[in-house]
Protein backbone atom coordinates (compact mmCIF):
# COMPACT_ATOMS: atom_id res chain seq x y z
CA UNK A 1 0.00 0.00 0.00
CA UNK A 2 1.16 3.40 -0.90
CA UNK A 3 0.86 6.73 1.01
CA UNK A 4 -0.04 9.50 -1.53
CA UNK A 5 1.62 12.45 0.07
CA UNK A 6 1.92 14.52 -2.75
CA UNK A 7 -0.36 15.76 -5.27
CA UNK A 8 -1.16 18.59 -8.71
CA UNK A 9 -2.82 21.39 -6.73
CA UNK A 10 -6.41 22.02 -7.04
CA UNK A 11 -6.29 25.18 -8.97
CA UNK A 12 -6.71 23.73 -12.66
CA UNK A 13 -4.22 25.76 -14.55
CA UNK A 14 -1.88 25.45 -11.98
CA UNK A 15 1.31 23.24 -12.54
CA UNK A 16 2.35 22.84 -8.40
CA UNK A 17 2.62 19.83 -7.16
CA UNK A 18 2.27 20.01 -3.21
CA UNK A 19 2.92 18.21 -0.10
CA UNK A 20 -0.14 17.65 1.41
CA UNK A 21 0.88 18.44 4.75
CA UNK A 22 2.14 21.71 3.63
CA UNK A 23 -1.03 22.21 1.27
CA UNK A 24 -3.74 24.88 2.18
CA UNK A 25 -6.61 22.73 2.36
CA UNK A 26 -9.88 24.39 1.08
CA UNK A 27 -13.44 22.23 0.47
CA UNK A 28 -11.57 18.86 0.74
CA UNK A 29 -8.73 19.53 -2.21
CA UNK A 30 -5.43 21.04 -2.16
CA UNK A 31 -3.87 24.12 -2.91
CA UNK A 32 0.00 25.61 -3.27
CA UNK A 33 -0.62 29.09 -2.57
CA UNK A 34 -3.60 31.10 -0.95
CA UNK A 35 -3.89 32.70 -4.09
CA UNK A 36 -5.06 28.98 -5.49
CA UNK A 37 -7.28 28.21 -2.41
CA UNK A 38 -8.99 31.87 -3.14
CA UNK A 39 -9.63 30.81 -7.11
CA UNK A 40 -7.60 34.09 -7.55
CA UNK A 41 -10.10 36.13 -6.60
CA UNK A 42 -7.69 38.84 -5.09
CA UNK A 43 -4.43 37.37 -6.04
CA UNK A 44 -3.09 36.90 -9.29
CA UNK A 45 -0.36 34.11 -10.20
CA UNK A 46 0.42 31.54 -7.33
CA UNK A 47 4.18 32.94 -6.65
CA UNK A 48 6.10 29.63 -8.05
CA UNK A 49 8.49 30.39 -10.98
CA UNK A 50 7.33 28.82 -14.00
CA UNK A 51 3.80 28.62 -13.15
CA UNK A 52 1.17 30.67 -15.46
CA UNK A 53 -1.81 30.35 -13.31
Not at 16 to 21: A, K, L, Y
Not at 38 to 43: I, Y
Amino acid sequence: MTTVNQMKCACEPCLCIVSIQDAIQKDGKYYCSEACAEGHQTMKGCGHNGCGC
